[in-house]
């Protein structure tokens, strides 16, 4: 009796369809075999001559047609009692010609009770026996084409023939003849013909249930693991040198896990049936450790959970089966032999055991063993050693399988053993879709066009005795597999063209008996497999608690033997490390290793990923590259390996904490060095060197497939392609991974045609499949040809294989690149194969080489969102050496820009480059959700550069439309747009420069005459003395950084303001004093002095952040002392640069700070006079002590003067020289003008008599007495009116220290003049001009335009609270807040409200603004006046009589550069100003080329016509004589908005003409523009719906508007998380290609099919059923613990504490609304009544508003009215354990809370230990902060990752985000 054993293995129907038809050539046992050559006759096999009986039933045998099917050897000597039971059953139902199904739990004993039926009876039949395995791996509708042939034994065939059964044919034949029969196409069945099908029960094993229709058609047997006793006698005979008890443990043991109860655990059960090979290895090893041969038949701690895990180890206690000190481990093995005796492909092997020795017998390769151990790429530590022994023993007697993370080795470890025992390896890659077929066999067409098979490596690697590496099997389907069981369990096989693979030793018997030579059974197609072949299977650990990777079941269970490769112990690490680089630097060794293992020792997940991407192959690679470059630091390489640029921000902190840790940080020194760096290229005589690395240049033959691309450099591009050629150099793989447009592509085709390397590009998809991956079918004259993809085409000729888009193809089809890069191994589909080693060639055709140029540079997005491409980087980043390349830095960008507009304006280029950085860095923070690229900033400039008249705010709409529809989005970019500068949705008319006032006409006020009499001469001499200067100190003072908000103002609409930002000052910081360096505009630093407590804040006015210095310390708040600090700063110039003198007035404190370094030094000018301020008795402390003021004009040269108020001595500090001159004077002093160097105006303090002070320019020591003294007598014009009194001498406010120039001196005067002159301005007068002061000696002409009432008459009325200056009682405020413009002939000033002329600026219905104070511009060229508000600063300081000291308004004054301001209010915001004519007109007009010329003509589309007049002629116009403004018609010439006529702003005129009018722009949006009807139609419809909806959910508008406060202020996140769910869903979702189909695109690997008629050779995209048996996709659980405790409400308002949370809950229950089948949440509260307070249960979700406002309200109240206390930690604890015990997916606790954890006496590492408590739950804590840095230390406490501060209560929503996208959202 024959047997035919069909494996039904997964995949759909096409298999099945060709499967059934090979089930007919069975049924008809004519067919292919029986035409086989001639029978034989044989001698009765059994029995008593031709009966076999069993028990009572007996059944007659018949001689086999076809002896060589018979199953050989199966029957054992003494068969078990169950055995023979079932025998005697399939018996009865053979008698009564029924069909069995043998059901039963996963193993090789039903197969086997089949095989020794067929055996011992029914071997001889003329009908076969059909034996189905599998059935329920057979999809549902494939099988009922048995039915009829089940039951009826009739069938029709899709050729047309007809199977009818033996009966009715048998009839037929007595009516008709044979021929008859036969040309109708009728066949008949044997009448002996059975099927026996084996099947496992479904549902208790995945799977498809049976039919019912088929179901009915078979009796069924349980065939249960073997009983028992009988088991026990079966070990027993195979375990003699092992004691009886310990077997039947280890039995027990094995059946207590088959039991029903464990399966109700979830445990699968145990593999019995692999019992027997765990026997023999005890058997040869009785000394050896039980538990540890268990793990290998069920690895329970790799694939089972915690419960799991203890269940099994309980039950190991339970029978005495857990390790005790006696037994004993393999430790190593000594040595291996072969066996040269009888038995070919055997060796010995000697391993050690304890301190024994144990030698036995295993099957060895075909090939040599390997006689030493050592070897170049395979390090032995002892764990290696243990394995390797581990795996002799499991060797012995069964295939094993090895269980491993990603790169720990177990490729290479298969590898050393195969070399070890001389075996040839035969690696395959398994990838997801590959179907039993691409494992077993293979369809090929020959030469003439006939399809056949072609066996596949596997097949080919039995017959040839070979070790195969199944690489992957974690991946592949289960059903495909099922297709190795009968391989594995009996050796044997049977293929789709029937060729049988038969066991050795059944061979050799049926060739005994059968007296057969090998070249007949081979023509009968039947091979023996290799009695040395042997299955290596590697995969990864499933994934614990996981429904879908979870591969490791009890079918799978049976077939190996389990090692589990543990990744290495840190010193085998080293071990490891040392030996393969030698020279890498020991330290940083140590470092990566402690931070690995720190990574991946700790439970938490995050860090287990990031430990994945550190993998001992990744660590290797980082040595190997140290090697080479030691003077790289650690740290960029580990945030290489882990691309930390693309990790969410969670794993990004958790990786930076841990580096920290481990001591791995980045110095200063690196940055410095990385940026000071040269970067460049270039070509010497075939040398190419990037930055420091060199490499020969490529000689390439193929020169047309060198890229060659337009490249501009730049430095950070340049930094990538040097570490590409690091790697490059040591022969990596590279992987680039960026975001879009970052300029990947250019990088790779640059770098390759530097090194002119030929480049093959390869191009992935969704669609992308394995064989379209390595080569194209294509069907020529019928017959196929194979074309070589790119990826073959590049190994052959060497070239670079660049892989683009690699995320977008599925995972499985990129693993194929893995045997690639790592083995150097791969089988094309057309049965080629690439091998990596000469060696391996020889005298094998169909090889390819992989030439040794070769090298694959993939290309990825990073993973994640919004790219959702999939994880090419998690599934294989760590083959490749990976590079994250990012968008070029600012300076990097800037260059690249200007080589691609060259022409295109820097600011505008500025403003590009500083606004995608913001929108980029927004990116990162997931607030926006597409990464703007270099990419559309190259296009706008592109396009700016091609048409310079368009506006920069149209061209960026080329970018931003894509958002216009997105609201949220849009105001995000318009608002940062906005803040750089970029004008979009401004128009050109909104120009809003301030009104403009006439200038009162200058008067010639008199002279000013030196007074010189002979006598007094002598008299006037000062004289100086100079000393040295002591210094104290150095002290090293820390300077702060923080970022600065630069807000461009110039956004919407033009004014004279540019930009503003605030400084971080505290709330009782006082700004005392502000100036800018005197440098070229390009780089002018404002610094800016506060008191209280006093602090230096300086910062370039266009760079992004700023720096502080606090100077606290230095001065102190005197307690009692009224004395209040007043500190001015002056810079110093070259060679001084950046150091500045700080004066404190009071005091006469100097000191000198270097800003570069932090250095203060205290500069002692008058060691003699530091007496102490006389203290008078208290009561008449309220005289003002007089103060030391500094005059800083010149301090750019290094000279300052200092005096003292009604002093009398000048004291000069030259701070290079290191010296002071003191200048004695007659006069006391009142104020000191340098109005030159040599030069100086000085002020008497009673008389405000001004004298001039001449000295030399530079004061020499030796000689001292050179200062003369002159009296300026101020002469009026007309004597006649006497207005000489005294009270007339005013003081200046500022004199300027340079002249005008001719012509401002020219306008100012009205009058054409070239002479020395100063301008100052006083407290009566706009502006005054001396002309002839200070050089001629001659008197001076006074010129001065006077205000209507001086300044200092005018106090502010009550009625105005903001202006401070109301409440100083005595002197004049420290600071004057006038500056003279010399370039633009102005003088501004700030005046207090109070001082402005409001009514004549605002008309009379506008109220004026809230002021700081005005600008008051005077013009001297244009003779006008302008006031200019400066808005009110944010907060002010509460001391306000100081504030009042400082300064008339809240606002300070400094020039900047020469025709610029800048304004610093008391709050400290800072305001940069331009208020000269000429620079705002040609501002104006960038900002108006920037918006674009919309010029509101209709733009015309004109064809260029020969001739034909035009249809209507645009005219000039008449002329008006007097040329009064025009607006619309089309009369006139020079109006404005009309049309036809010449003008501007209309439409069809012939050109413009400005008659120079204000023009009125028809704008094009009001021509575009909505009726305003319209528009309040649409919004009345919107209010009705609302009020509707209101109305619905019965809530009150005031309810809505409440709840509108929370909701609007998340809607933000809310939007983004819901657009990020939204993808999820889709992602999810997403089609996959359906195989087999009848319809649908042509399937490539399936052309051949086609050619032999198949139908199902289509694919298309559909959903894809779940695999049968796999579990449901559960919900992921979120719950959220808020605090609702008393403190909540009582600190809500410090901080909005509470208001935040009720803020966050809204977010959750917003964003989750609607994906409540993906996310199970609730919400719970703890406080000090309860630590589970209820509030949103997970059935009862809030459905809409009113709901929502419900539970927020609930919120309010109870924090309002609880008791006080804290349950944070229990409330948490309470959560984890309550959630984890539903079914979910992934389990969430966030717990918010401002637990004041310390305060309750709870220690943090309490708080630790409970986030962590179970491993299943992913727990973070999110505390408001304001515990001082009790939040810091509690962060560093726990764990990375899950502990966030929310010091801004704004933040919580934002960290809710966070935790979301990065978590949940990477694995849904």
């Known amino acids: 009796m024959q047997s035919r054993v069909l494996c039904l293995g997964g995949g759909a129907g096409g298999p099945a369809v060709r499967r059934v038809r090979l089930l007919l050539r069975q049924v008809l046992g004519g067919g292919a075999a029986a035409a086989r050559s001639g029978r034989l006759e044989i001698r009765a096999l059994h029995g008593s001559g031709d009966t076999v009986t069993i028990g009572d039933v007996s059944f007659k045998l018949k001689t086999p047609k076809n002896p060589e099917l018979v199953p050989q050897n199966y029957m054992t000597d003494s068969l078990a009692q169950s055995v023979v039971h079932h025998l005697r059953w399939i018996m009865q139902k053979d008698l009564l010609g029924q069909d069995v199904f043998l059901i039963g739990p996963p193993g090789p004993l039903r197969r086997s009770i089949a095989m020794q039926y067929l055996c011992a009876v029914r071997a001889a039949t003329e009908g076969r026996i059909l034996v189905l395995e599998g059935l329920e791996k057979a999809e549902r509708n494939v099988l009922p084409v048995l039915n009829n042939l089940l039951e009826n034994r009739e069938m029709q065939l899709e050729d047309g023939r007809f199977l009818m059964s033996a009966e009715r044919y048998d009839k037929l034949l007595q009516d008709h003849t044979k021929s008859e029969l036969d040309s109708w196409k009728i066949v008949r069945v044997s009448e002996d013909f059975r099927v026996i099908a084996l099947g496992l029960p479904v549902p208790k094993y995945s799977g498809n249930p049976l039919d019912p229709p088929l179901r009915s058609r078979f009796q069924a047997r349980d065939v249960y693991h073997l009983p028992f006793k009988d088991h026990l006698q079966l070990l027993y005979s195979i375990g003699s040198n092992i004691s009886t008890e310990r077997i039947s443990q280890l039995l027990s043991f094995a059946t207590t896990l088959c039991s029903q109860e464990s399966s109700t655990l979830g445990l699968p059960d145990f593999p019995l049936d692999s019992l027997s090979a765990a026997v023999q290895i005890l058997d040869s090893f009785p000394m050896m450790s039980v538990q540890h041969v268990i793990d290998r038949l069920y690895p329970y701690n790799v694939f089972l959970g915690k419960e799991g895990r203890t269940a099994v180890k309980d039950a190991l206690k339970r029978f005495e089966l857990q390790d005790s000190e006696s037994h004993l481990l393999p430790r190593r093995i000594t040595k291996v032999e072969s066996v040269h005796r009888n038995k070919p492909f055997k060796a010995d092997v000697t391993v050690q055991i304890g301190e024994k020795e144990v030698t036995f017998q295993v099957p060895a390769g075909t090939g040599l063993l390997k006689k030493h151990t050592r070897s170049d790429t395979f390090v032995r530590t002892s764990s290696h050693n243990q394995l390797l022994a581990e795996m002799m023993q499991s060797h012995m007697v069964k295939d094993m399988c090895l269980i491993g993370g990603k790169g720990c080795g177990k490729t290479v470890i298969a590898k050393e053993f195969a070399d070890m025992l001389g075996y040839n390896i035969e690696p395959i890659m398994l990838y997801q879709d590959m179907t039993a077929r691409d494992l077993l066999q293979q369809r090929y067409t020959l030469p003439n066009g006939d399809t056949a098979w072609r066996p596949s490596p596997l097949v080919t690697a039995a017959l040839e005795g070979k070790l195969v590496i199944l690489d992957g099997i974690h991946r592949i389907n289960p059903g495909t597999l099922a297709v190795l069981q009968r391989l594995i369990h009996d050796r044997e096989l049977t293929l789709y063209d029937g060729t049988r693979l038969l066991r050795e030793d059944r061979y050799q018997n049926l060739k005994e008996e059968l007296q057969i030579s090998d070249e007949k059974l081979q023509e009968r197609s039947i091979f023996p497999i290799h009695p040395s072949f042997r299955i290596v299977v590697l995969a990864e650990p499933p994934v614990i608690g996981s429904s879908t990777q979870q591969w490791l079941g009890p079918e799978f269970l049976t077939l190996f033997l389990f090692h589990n490769v543990r990744s290495l112990s840190k010193s085998e690490e080293i071990e490891v490390i040392k030996e393969m680089i030698p020279n890498v630097p020991s330290v940083a060794v140590e470092q990566l290793l402690s931070l690995?293992?720190?990574?991946?020792?700790?439970?938490?997940?995050?860090?287990?990923?990031?430990?994945?991407?550190?993998?001992?192959?990744?660590?290797?690679?980082?040595?190997?590259?140290?090697?080479?470059?030691?003077?790289?630091?650690?740290?960029?390489?580990?945030?290489?390996?882990?691309?930390?640029?693309?990790?969410?921000?969670?794993?990004?902190?958790?990786?930076?904490?841990?580096?920290?840790?481990?001591?791995?940080?980045?110095?200063?020194?690196?940055?410095?060095?990385?940026?000071?760096?040269?970067?460049?290229?270039?070509?010497?005589?075939?040398?190419?060197?990037?930055?420091?690395?060199?490499?020969?240049?490529?000689?390439?033959?193929?020169?047309?497939?060198?890229?060659?691309?337009?490249?501009?450099?730049?430095?950070?591009?340049?930094?990538?392609?040097?570490?590409?050629?690091?790697?490059?150099?040591?022969?990596?793989?590279?992987?680039?991974?960026?975001?879009?447009?970052?300029?990947?592509?250019?990088?790779?085709?640059?770098?390759?045609?530097?090194?002119?390397?030929?480049?093959?590009?390869?191009?992935?998809?969704?669609?992308?499949?394995?064989?379209?991956?390595?080569?194209?079918?294509?069907?020529?004259?019928?017959?196929?040809?194979?074309?070589?993809?790119?990826?073959?085409?590049?190994?052959?000729?060497?070239?670079?294989?660049?892989?683009?888009?690699?995320?977008?193809?599925?995972?499985?089809?990129?693993?194929?690149?893995?045997?690639?890069?790592?083995?150097?191994?791969?089988?094309?589909?057309?049965?080629?194969?690439?091998?990596?080693?000469?060696?391996?060639?020889?005298?094998?055709?169909?090889?390819?080489?992989?030439?040794?140029?070769?090298?694959?540079?993939?290309?990825?997005?990073?993973?994640?969102?919004?790219?959702?491409?999939?994880?090419?980087?998690?599934?294989?980043?760590?083959?490749?050496?990976?590079?994250?390349?990012?968008?070029?830095?600012?300076?990097?960008?800037?260059?690249?820009?200007?080589?691609?507009?060259?022409?295109?304006?820097?600011?505008?280029?500025?403003?590009?480059?500083?606004?995608?950085?913001?929108?980029?860095?927004?990116?990162?923070?997931?607030?926006?959700?597409?990464?703007?690229?270099?990419?559309?900033?190259?296009?706008?400039?592109?396009?700016?550069?091609?048409?310079?008249?368009?506006?920069?705010?149209?061209?960026?709409?080329?970018?931003?439309?894509?958002?216009?529809?997105?609201?949220?989005?849009?105001?995000?970019?318009?608002?940062?747009?906005?803040?750089?500068?970029?004008?979009?949705?401004?128009?050109?008319?909104?120009?809003?420069?301030?009104?403009?006032?006439?200038?009162?006409?200058?008067?010639?006020?008199?002279?000013?005459?030196?007074?010189?009499?002979?006598?007094?001469?002598?008299?006037?001499?000062?004289?100086?003395?100079?000393?040295?200067?002591?210094?104290?100190?150095?002290?090293?003072?820390?300077?702060?950084?923080?970022?600065?908000?630069?807000?461009?103002?110039?956004?919407?609409?033009?004014?004279?303001?540019?930009?503003?930002?605030?400084?971080?000052?505290?709330?009782?910081?006082?700004?005392?004093?502000?100036?800018?360096?005197?440098?070229?505009?390009?780089?002018?630093?404002?610094?800016?002095?506060?008191?209280?407590?006093?602090?230096?804040?300086?910062?370039?006015?266009?760079?992004?952040?700023?720096?502080?210095?606090?100077?606290?310390?230095?001065?102190?708040?005197?307690?009692?002392?009224?004395?209040?600090?007043?500190?001015?700063?002056?810079?110093?110039?070259?060679?001084?640069?950046?150091?500045?003198?700080?004066?404190?007035?009071?005091?006469?404190?100097?000191?000198?700070?270097?800003?570069?370094?932090?250095?203060?030094?205290?500069?002692?000018?008058?060691?003699?006079?530091?007496?102490?301020?006389?203290?008078?008795?208290?009561?008449?402390?309220?005289?003002?002590?007089?103060?030391?003021?500094?005059?800083?004009?010149?301090?750019?040269?290094?000279?300052?003067?200092?005096?003292?108020?009604?002093?009398?001595?000048?004291?000069?500090?030259?701070?290079?020289?290191?010296?002071?001159?003191?200048?004695?004077?007659?006069?006391?002093?009142?104020?000191?003008?340098?109005?030159?160097?040599?030069?100086?105006?000085?002020?008497?303090?009673?008389?405000?008599?001004?004298?001039?002070?001449?000295?030399?320019?530079?004061?020499?020591?030796?000689?001292?007495?050179?200062?003369?003294?002159?009296?300026?007598?101020?002469?009026?014009?007309?004597?006649?009116?006497?207005?000489?009194?005294?009270?007339?001498?005013?003081?200046?406010?500022?004199?300027?220290?340079?002249?005008?120039?001719?012509?401002?001196?020219?306008?100012?005067?009205?009058?054409?003049?070239?002479?020395?002159?100063?301008?100052?301005?006083?407290?009566?007068?706009?502006?005054?001009?001396?002309?002839?002061?200070?050089?001629?000696?001659?008197?001076?002409?006074?010129?001065?335009?006077?205000?209507?009432?001086?300044?200092?008459?005018?106090?502010?009325?009550?009625?105005?609270?903001?202006?401070?200056?109301?409440?100083?009682?005595?002197?004049?405020?420290?600071?004057?807040?006038?500056?003279?413009?010399?370039?633009?002939?102005?003088?501004?000033?700030?005046?207090?409200?109070?001082?402005?002329?409001?009514?004549?600026?605002?008309?009379?219905?506008?109220?004026?603004?809230?002021?700081?104070?005005?600008?008051?511009?005077?013009?001297?060229?244009?003779?006008?006046?302008?006031?200019?508000?400066?808005?009110?600063?944010?907060?002010?300081?509460?001391?306000?009589?100081?504030?009042?000291?400082?300064?008339?308004?809240?606002?300070?004054?400094?020039?900047?550069?020469?025709?610029?301001?800048?304004?610093?209010?008391?709050?400290?915001?800072?305001?940069?100003?331009?208020?000269?004519?000429?620079?705002?007109?040609?501002?104006?007009?960038?900002?108006?080329?920037?918006?674009?010329?919309?010029?509101?003509?209709?733009?015309?589309?004109?064809?260029?016509?020969?001739?034909?007049?035009?249809?209507?002629?645009?005219?000039?116009?008449?002329?008006?004589?007097?040329?009064?403004?025009?607006?619309?018609?089309?009369?006139?010439?020079?109006?404005?908005?009309?049309?036809?006529?010449?003008?501007?702003?209309?439409?069809?005129?012939?050109?413009?003409?400005?008659?120079?009018?204000?023009?009125?722009?028809?704008?094009?949006?009001?021509?575009?523009?909505?009726?305003?009807?319209?528009?309040?139609?649409?919004?009345?419809?919107?209010?009705?719906?609302?009020?509707?909806?209101?109305?619905?959910?019965?809530?009150?508008?005031?309810?809505?508007?409440?709840?509108?406060?929370?909701?609007?202020?998340?809607?933000?996140?809310?939007?983004?998380?819901?657009?990020?769910?939204?993808?999820?869903?889709?992602?999810?979702?997403?089609?996959?290609?359906?195989?087999?189909?009848?319809?649908?695109?042509?399937?490539?690997?399936?052309?051949?099919?086609?050619?032999?008629?198949?139908?199902?050779?289509?694919?298309?995209?559909?959903?894809?059923?779940?695999?049968?048996?796999?579990?449901?996709?559960?919900?992921?659980?979120?719950?959220?613990?808020?605090d609702v405790s008393g403190s909540m409400y009582r600190f809500n308002g410090v901080d909005g504490r509470l208001e935040r949370s009720m803020e966050a809950v809204c977010m959750v229950m917003e964003a989750f609304e609607n994906y409540e089948h993906k996310f199970k949440y609730d919400i719970v509260g703890h406080s000090g009544d309860g630590f589970d307070i209820a509030l949103v249960g997970s059935d009862k979700v809030p459905k809409n508003n009113k709901q929502r406002l419900e539970i927020l309200k609930i919120m309010h109240a109870h924090a309002q009215f609880c008791m006080s206390g804290d349950h944070t930690l229990e409330g948490t604890e309470h959560a984890i354990r309550e959630i984890a015990k539903e079914e979910a997916d992934e389990y969430f606790v966030i717990v918010l809370s401002d637990a004041n954890l310390e305060r309750y006496g709870i220690q943090p590492s309490r708080f630790a230990q409970v986030l962590t408590t179970n491993a299943q739950v992913n727990a973070f804590a999110i505390f408001i902060g304001s515990l001082g840095n009790q939040a810091d230390r509690l962060q560093r406490t726990l764990p990375a990752g899950r502990s966030f501060i929310a010091m801004d209560t704004k933040e919580i929503p934002q960290i809710l985000q966070q935790i979301f996208t990065s978590t949940m959202l990477s694995s849904a």
């Open 596 to 1682: 690995t293992h720190k990574l991946r020792e700790t439970n938490d997940a995050t860090a287990q990923s990031l430990a994945s991407s550190l993998s001992t192959r990744q660590l290797l690679r980082i040595c190997r590259r140290l090697s080479q470059h030691p003077d790289e630091n650690l740290y960029y390489a580990v945030n290489k390996a882990c691309l930390s640029r693309f990790l969410p921000n969670l794993a990004r902190s958790a990786l930076h904490k841990n580096l920290q840790d481990s001591c791995i940080e980045r110095s200063p020194d690196d940055v410095k060095k990385l940026e000071e760096k040269d970067y460049t290229c270039e070509i010497n005589n075939g040398i190419l060197k990037i930055g420091s690395v060199t490499m020969p240049i490529y000689n390439s033959t193929e020169k047309m497939k060198v890229p060659d691309v337009l490249f501009y450099e730049n430095a950070q591009h340049m930094m990538v392609m040097e570490d590409m050629l690091k790697d490059f150099l040591l022969g990596e793989h590279l992987l680039l991974v960026g975001n879009q447009g970052v300029g990947k592509n250019k990088i790779v085709d640059r770098f390759l045609h530097l090194l002119n390397r030929p480049r093959e590009y390869l191009q992935l998809h969704r669609d992308t499949t394995v064989q379209s991956l390595t080569l194209q079918p294509s069907v020529k004259d019928g017959l196929i040809i194979y074309e070589d993809s790119p990826l073959v085409k590049a190994v052959k000729f060497g070239h670079i294989l660049v892989i683009d888009e690699a995320d977008k193809a599925p995972t499985n089809v990129t693993c194929v690149l893995k045997t690639l890069v790592e083995s150097g191994e791969m089988v094309l589909s057309d049965g080629r194969r690439i091998v990596a080693n000469h060696a391996h060639v020889e005298g094998r055709e169909n090889v390819i080489v992989i030439h040794p140029d070769f090298r694959m540079i993939v290309l990825a997005n990073r993973p994640g969102f919004p790219f959702l491409g999939n994880d090419f980087f998690g599934t294989l980043g760590d083959i490749f050496s990976c590079h994250a390349v990012d968008n070029p830095k600012p300076q990097s960008e800037l260059a690249m820009l200007r080589q691609y507009g060259p022409d295109v304006p820097e600011p505008i280029l500025q403003k590009l480059v500083a606004a995608f950085g913001e929108l980029r860095t927004l990116a990162d923070q997931g607030i926006i959700n597409y990464p703007y690229s270099t990419r559309e900033v190259v296009n706008i400039v592109k396009h700016l550069q091609k048409f310079p008249t368009e506006g920069l705010a149209n061209v960026v709409r080329n970018v931003f439309d894509f958002d216009s529809y997105n609201n949220e989005m849009r105001e995000i970019l318009i608002s940062t747009l906005h803040k750089y500068g970029i004008p979009i949705g401004a128009k050109p008319t909104n120009v809003q420069l301030a009104k403009e006032l006439p200038l009162p006409d200058h008067k010639f006020m008199g002279y000013w005459k030196v007074d010189q009499p002979g006598n007094a001469r002598q008299k006037l001499l000062c004289p100086t003395e100079t000393q040295k200067i002591d210094v104290k100190g150095p002290v090293y003072l820390n300077i702060q950084g923080f970022p600065l908000e630069r807000h461009e103002a110039r956004s919407l609409s033009f004014t004279e303001e540019l930009a503003f930002w605030t400084l971080p000052l505290g709330e009782v910081n006082l700004v005392c004093d502000v100036t800018v360096t005197k440098e070229e505009e390009a780089e002018n630093v404002l610094y800016v002095t506060t008191c209280n407590p006093v602090s230096l804040y300086f910062m370039n006015v266009s760079s992004k952040s700023g720096y502080f210095v606090d100077l606290y310390d230095l001065f102190p708040r005197t307690v009692g002392n009224v004395w209040q600090p007043f500190v001015t700063v002056a810079l110093l110039g070259n060679p001084l640069k950046g150091q500045v003198v700080l004066h404190e007035e009071e005091s006469n404190v100097v000191l000198l700070l270097d800003t570069n370094n932090g250095a203060l030094r205290r500069l002692l000018l008058l060691p003699d006079a530091q007496e102490s301020p006389k203290r008078t008795s208290w009561w008449s402390s309220k005289e003002e002590m007089s103060n030391y003021k500094m005059c800083r004009e010149f301090s750019h040269k290094n000279w300052l003067v200092f005096y003292k108020e009604a002093g009398n001595r000048l004291i000069v500090l030259d701070v290079l020289e290191g010296q002071t001159h003191t200048i004695s004077l007659p006069i006391n002093l009142k104020s000191v003008f340098l109005v030159a160097e040599d030069r100086w105006l000085l002020v008497e303090n009673e008389t405000n008599q001004k004298f001039l002070l001449t000295k030399r320019a530079h004061v020499e020591a030796e000689d001292s007495a050179v200062c003369q003294l002159y009296a300026l007598s101020e002469e009026p014009a007309d004597m006649g009116f006497g207005l000489t009194t005294v009270s007339e001498l005013c003081v200046p406010h500022a004199v300027s220290s340079d002249q005008l120039s001719s012509e401002n001196l020219s306008a100012a005067v009205g009058q054409k003049i070239s002479s020395p002159n100063r301008i100052f301005s006083d407290e009566h007068n706009y502006a005054t001009i001396v002309i002839g002061f200070p050089d001629l000696l001659s008197p001076s002409e006074v010129y001065s335009w006077k205000r209507n009432s001086s300044l200092s008459g005018k106090r502010a009325s009550p009625s105005d609270p903001f202006y401070y200056g109301a409440r100083r009682k005595t002197g004049a405020a420290k600071q004057t807040n006038c500056v003279t413009l010399l370039a633009s002939n102005q003088i501004v000033r700030i005046l207090a409200p109070g001082d402005v002329p409001l009514k004549d600026i605002y008309p009379k219905d506008v109220t004026p603004p809230q002021a700081a104070g005005y600008l008051e511009v005077t013009d001297l060229n244009s003779k006008k006046i302008k006031y200019i508000a400066i808005p009110r600063s944010q907060s002010l300081s509460p001391y306000t009589s100081w504030l009042s000291k400082i300064s008339d308004a809240d606002a300070l004054l400094a020039p900047l550069g020469k025709v610029g301001l800048v304004s610093v209010d008391m709050g400290g915001g800072v305001r940069l100003w331009e208020t000269g004519l000429d620079s705002l007109q040609q501002s104006l007009q960038d900002w108006r080329n920037m918006i674009g010329q919309e010029d509101g003509r209709p733009v015309q589309i004109t064809i260029q016509r020969d001739s034909g007049l035009d249809v209507s002629s645009p005219k000039h116009g008449k002329v008006d004589p007097d040329n009064m403004p025009h607006v619309g018609g089309n009369t006139w010439a020079g109006g404005t908005g009309g049309r036809d006529t010449a003008g501007l702003g209309g439409k069809g005129g012939p050109y413009r003409l400005d008659a120079g009018h204000r023009v009125y722009q028809i704008s094009q949006a009001e021509k575009d523009a909505v009726p305003e009807e319209v528009k309040r139609a649409a919004r009345e419809m919107g209010e009705k719906a609302f009020k509707q909806r209101l109305k619905e959910i019965q809530m009150s508008e005031y309810d809505a508007s409440t709840y509108e406060r929370f909701s609007g202020a998340v809607r933000r996140q809310v939007q983004s998380l819901r657009i990020i769910l939204d993808n999820l869903q889709a992602k999810g979702k997403e089609r996959q290609w359906l195989r087999h189909q009848a319809v649908g695109e042509l399937d490539d690997a399936k052309i051949i099919d086609g050619l032999t008629g198949e139908k199902a050779i289509y694919k298309r995209r559909g959903e894809l059923e779940p695999q049968p048996g796999s579990p449901q996709q559960k919900p992921k659980r979120l719950r959220l613990v808020v």
